[in-house]
């Protein structure tokens, strides 16, 4: 659940400033946020209709392929999001990678406990409302601080690494837990 509020927090860092990119960063008309909106929208909807199929086949790579890609999308973003063609670009594939990774969370989540799915359901959710607050908060903080309106990209770089950062540690303790529980070869149990 820390790796979703942490990771997915960069969503937010940028969904929360898309009117800002649009009219301060990139100088273009307030008419044009609800285009812009609708093009995260639409990266989104791919994201999560891909992240479903890869979920269901790789119980890794949706995550680290979304996170990762969403890191590379960011930094982009934050150097020259001021382009109208970058930015836009930068938000159809933020959202569409990011949305990518969050079907893998609530897989991951249910195979810890296939017994309780909603219960699971609902702690992805709780973890996704605190990855929300994480990231509007961290980018209003890097604006606020004079670092620029782009500067919320640099804070979902941050927040996307350290929940990647995150995923990769706990993956390597389940992997070597699961491994401290297999049977040796011959013996009971």
């Known amino acids: 659940m820390g790796v979703a509020a942490l990771g997915v927090a960069s969503i937010f860092a940028v969904y929360s400033f898309i009117g800002p990119y649009v009219t301060d960063a990139a100088g273009l008309d307030l008419g044009v946020v609800p285009i812009a909106l609708a093009l995260f929208g639409i990266g989104m909807t791919a994201g999560n209709l891909y992240g479903g199929r890869v979920a269901d086949r790789h119980p890794s790579l949706g995550l680290v392929g979304g996170f990762g890609t969403a890191l590379v ?5 934050a150097l020259y999001g001021a382009q109208p063609w970058v930015l836009f670009v930068s938000l159809v594939g933020i959202g569409a990678a990011m949305m990518t990774a969050i079907p893998t969370i609530q897989v991951r989540l249910t195979d810890l406990a296939p017994e309780s799915p909603t219960l699971m359901g609902a702690m992805n959710l709780a973890s996704l409302n605190v990855a929300n607050a994480i990231g509007a908060w961290a980018g209003g903080a890097v604006i606020g601080a004079g670092f620029g309106t782009l500067s919320s990209a640099w804070a979902g770089f ?3 690494l350290g929940g990647l950062l995150l995923f990769r540690s706990t993956t390597r303790v389940t992997r070597v837990a699961e491994q401290s529980l297999t049977p040796l070869p011959g013996s009971i149990g």
């Open 158 to 160: 941050f927040l996307t």
């Open 73 to 77: 999308l960011l930094v982009l973003l």
